[in-house]
């Protein structure tokens, strides 16, 4: 049974910084695909930012430039360098893995909060 455990959320003033940490457990394979969504409250969940087998990244718009995406040496795990932080990026953040491209797995989910 696959498991995705997120850690490192907190509360931060804006400007800010914080890194998540997201380990998959479960899998015999290396995930093609991982990446970090969020959902603030009222809103859809969106895609933050992804990262492939081969380090390939993409981020969205309102975080290109102060979020990076990592993976990490041990097989499956992704991390999340976020910089300058906004209030705007309070949500609930969740790491996502897939085998070929659309999310497979999910984590619980862990809350950032950025006060002004």
């Known amino acids: 049974q696959v498991q995705l455990v997120e850690s490192g959320g907190g509360l931060v003033q804006a400007g800010g910084s914080l890194r998540l940490s997201c380990a998959a457990s479960?899998?015999?394979?290396?995930?093609?695909?991982m990446g970090w969504y969020r959902q603030a409250p009222g809103k859809q969940r969106e895609l933050v930012a992804s990262?492939?087998?081969?380090?390939?990244?993409a981020y969205a718009d309102s975080v290109k430039g102060r979020f990076t995406i990592s993976r990490g040496n041990a097989k499956n795990t992704v991390y999340l360098e976020m910089n300058s932080l906004k209030p705007e990026d309070t949500a609930v953040y969740y790491c996502?893995?897939?085998?070929?491209?659309?999310?497979?797995?999910w984590g619980q989910g862990t809350q950032v909060t950025v006060s002004s």
């Open positions: 996502a893995a897939a085998h070929i491209e659309t999310p497979d797995y």
């Open positions: 479960g899998s015999r394979f290396t995930f093609n695909v």
């Open positions: 990262i492939t087998i081969s380090s390939s990244t």
